[in-house]
């Protein structure tokens, strides 16, 4: 039976132990995930420390001028930890002039004289320069600019050479897509993290919200019909499922298989199943639980309405169990995560339907971790 329990740590850098949900902030940096007025969302980021949700992370835009409102309004005493990015798209020189001015922007937006955790992307591995600038992020944070240095969509190889090439301790994280879908970095990453004592930080637990209990016994969705009202986000997860893990018709017996094993867990959601699976692997510090759109939810007669379709505003049509400040809560239901362990037997289950499709040859139909934003 599971319990509702304290939230689990891990350790990072000089923060010590910090929380293994991080709250995704990415949904703030514009109105497509709906929108709150901002003194409700920064009463929403002090209810979440306050109950131990303390780290926030993937810091755009308003995001980031939001969370340093709210970090202002806190107690001395109160622990957050904010994690926001540089992400380089194109080329670029990396002078130290120019990295300590975007180091300083974000320091500027988050109200703060050092950053938490600064991840960073860069697109165009052909370009070596990557180094370069993680070399001046490794001084400015030698110079006290920066607490902690991760990366974000780095693949195995150029992850394993740039900790090699900064030595032991320089990147603490990389922030990579992992699911029971997608077990890419069970194929490389895991080995690099093992090697450097790395930890991950993973999006796409729940592919957009597939892995819930919304989608038990749904028809398959189309993928560019106005009905379906599917976000980006889950057509590109629907592409996931459909064209590099299986098919629907094995996703619904995962999802079957997911929703046994919640019952023998004293009723636990898929969700709460899925996220568990992802952090049961030693090399995960934490997974992030990004937006909840009630807009993205399939408009489709679930089981037992009658062939009724109900509102895409309907509770009970939330698809994943993720912060919308202001507009949605999922605290509660997250902390049930915390409460249990999968046995050999559930394990074993979800093997079996893994087993069955394409997950073993993802890394070379899709590519190792990142290769998706390249």
């Not at 131990?52 to 810091?59: K, V």
């Not at 165009?124 to 006290?144: F, P, T, V, W």
Request: hydrophobic letters at 35%; one cysteine or more; proline letters at 5%.
């Amino acid at each position: 039976m599971a319990t509702e329990t304290t939230l689990e740590t891990f350790t990072l850098g000089p923060f010590g132990s910090v929380p293994r949900i991080w709250t995704g902030l990415w949904q703030l940096s514009g109105p497509a995930w709906g929108s709150a007025p901002a003194t409700k969302i920064r009463a929403e980021m002090v209810k979440y420390a306050v109950q131990g949700y303390t780290a926030f992370a993937d810091h755009y835009g308003s995001s980031e001028v939001l969370f340093g409102q709210f970090r202002q309004t806190l107690p001395a005493e109160q622990f957050t930890l904010g994690a926001t990015k540089w992400c380089v798209f194109q080329p670029l020189v990396p002078t130290p002039a120019v990295v300590r001015a975007v180091v300083q922007e974000r320091a500027s937006r988050l109200q703060t004289q050092k950053i938490d955790l600064l991840q960073f992307h860069w697109q165009n591995y052909d370009d070596k320069n990557y180094l370069r600038a993680l070399q001046i992020l490794c001084q400015l944070r030698y110079e006290g600019v920066i607490s902690t240095i991760g990366l974000c969509n780095f693949d195995s190889v150029r992850t394993d050479v740039i900790c090699t090439e900064l030595g032991p301790g320089a990147i603490s994280t990389n922030q990579v897509q992992f699911s029971i879908l997608d077990t890419r970095p069970l194929h490389g990453m895991n080995h690099v993290c093992a090697k450097h004592k790395l930890k991950l930080l993973t999006y796409g637990t729940l592919c957009g919200g597939f892995l819930s209990d919304q989608w038990l016994n749904l028809p398959e969705p189309d993928s560019y019909s106005e009905s379906s009202n599917l976000t980006p986000s889950q057509r590109k997860y629907l592409d996931v499922i459909l064209k590099a893990w299986g098919d629907w018709n094995l996703f619904q017996d995962l999802l079957r298989v997911l929703r046994v094993i919640g019952d023998r867990h004293g009723g636990l959601s898929i969700a709460n199943i899925a996220t568990r699976w992802v952090l049961d692997h030693p090399f995960v510090g934490a997974v992030l639980i990004g937006p909840s759109r009630n807009s993205s939810s399939p408009p489709l007669a679930r089981k037992g309405t009658g062939g009724k379709k109900r509102s895409v505003t309907d509770d009970n049509f939330v698809c994943i169990p993720g912060a919308r400040l202001g507009l949605t809560d999922h605290t509660a239901d997250n902390r049930r995560v915390f409460g249990f362990r999968l046995t050999d037997a559930d394990r074993a289950d979800i093997q079996a339907v893994s087993n069955r499709s394409n997950t073993s040859v993802m890394i070379t139909t899709v590519g190792d971790c990142g290769t998706e934003y390249r």
